[in-house]
């Protein structure tokens, strides 16, 4: 057992409780506090992502060995998939803290803020390391209570109503996984995820297993805000401080939605062809769909919101063909090419995604509006916003040398290859239409002449400076994932853990 596996959970939800105990009464303790938690959850994301490789680390809590090849404990489980995600989280929550070091200021009660963004990185970090379907559920609620709270931390009516539709909807959704977990532990009598793989092996009632599958994957479609799921996501991801917005588009419709829907359809479910052909076309949905949303907007948070539906249905597009090849049998190498191009995309969204909703936090914060046609010649007044932005604006579109073209491009040649041209075309059309937004968000935001002086508008403060940089050299970066050997070394084990159905299971319950 690897003792530092709890550490991703009891750290931040102990500097949560610090938090609001020691802040009250040492002024600044919660923003650097925060910053120093994070950057150590982060060291340690790192640590694991390079020593995992194909490894499977387990965690039993209180010591609790299986009975009869049982697993009775609750299991903590890192692998090559996991430890992806949980970088994520931790690196973009980092960078997220360090922002709101300046950006925060316009607020009050600062210590709430950051207690709750703990709590938000905690439970994420609970429902990516969980191995079993209760603690991913009481993580999940941990996180999206936070969640809740943060995207009304402005209290003026459009957060509250924005928040208030994400508790309605957001509700719906833990009802409906709940319902499930309640079904699949009455069929199974277990919530370990390797032990439920088991016994749906041994043989199922096939009506009933379906319902589940869609039960499931309309809860935690939910919470990634796939289409048609998505009415909540422009509110709050707009609606949001920044910084929190960065979190819930590059970060928390991931680990909430995205990673679970991949990991219990591969590593609990039997991959099936009808399931695979459901999830591959809401990905497609949700690609096409949302970028037609995003590109009628002139509020730049909400253009945005509705580009992170579009760009995660790249995701479940890729993951969706993949698992079309699994369940027939056929092309394992060009289902491997999807699903690696997917994991890939899940990554550089995370940096370009976090990078535009920190560019947007910054040039509200220098002029105190988000709508584009109230901007214009900020290029000169602030020029590494309008260089980091535009770094992000290429990823996003898809231009080379930046990390989203080759995400994207081996999405669509895994496509070709797995006979999927229709897929391949929409996913080029989709490429294009994005690049056409933010084409406009680039002439409106920085370039547009106008009547309004800017000579007295300033550059944003350093810690969002400082973020903003980063994360643009993540952009560039990434892109060195397309090298074989890097490849091999951080995105194959994910993929491999995925599409072994053997590999999972046989660390956990020894089989």
Partial sequence: MNPLLPLFVIIPLAA????????????????????????????????????????????????????????????????????IVVCIINLIGLLSALYSISYIKRYTAENYFYALLCLMIGGMNGVV???????????????????????????????????????????LASFLILIGIALIYWKTKTLNIADIKTAFSDGHDKTYYTFVQILILSGFGLKAAMIPFH???????????????????????????????????????????????????????????????????????????????????????????????????????????AITGGIFHLINHAAFKGLLFLNAGAIEYAIGTRNLKEMGGLAKSMPVTSATSFVASMSISGIPPFNGFFSKLIIIIAAIMGRFYLLAVLAVIVSIITLASFLKFQRYAFYNKTDVKRDKIKEVPFPMIFSMVVLSVFCLALSLLIIPEIREAVLTPAVNILTDPLKYTSTIIGQ
């Fill in 16 to 83: 949560a409780f610090l938090i609001m105990i020691i802040g009250r009464f040492v002024s600044e303790f919660n923003k650097y506090f925060t910053s120093l938690v994070l950057l150590f959850l982060a060291c340690l994301s790192i640590y694991f992502l390079l020593a995992t490789g194909n490894n499977q680390y387990v965690y039993k809590v209180g010591g609790w060995e299986p009975v009869n090849k049982i697993p009775i404990g609750i299991y903590i489980v890192m692998d090559g998939f996991t430890a």
């Fill in 129 to 171: 390391i969980s191995g079993d379907l209760f603690n991913i559920f009481v993580f999940l609620e941990i996180s999206v209570i936070s969640s809740y709270a943060l995207v009304a931390f402005g209290v003026e009516k459009e957060e509250l109503e924005a928040s208030f539709k994400y508790q309605v909807l957001g509700g």
């Fill in 231 to 337: 009415a909540w996501l422009p509110d709050a991801h707009s609606s949001a401080p920044s910084p929190i917005s960065a979190m819930l588009s590059g970060v928390f419709i991931k680990a909430v939605g995205i990673y679970v829907i991949i990991r219990l359809f591969f590593n609990m479910f039997i991959v099936s062809e009808g399931m695979a052909i459901l999830i591959t076309t809401l990905g497609t949905l949700s690609m096409v769909i949302g970028v037609f949303l995003a590109i009628g907007q002139w509020d730049f948070k909400r253009l945005l919101a509705y580009h992170s539906i579009s760009q995660m249905g790249y995701v479940v597009l890729a993951v969706g063909m993949g698992m079309i090849l699994v369940s027939r049998g056929s092309k394992p190498e060009v289902a491997a090419l």
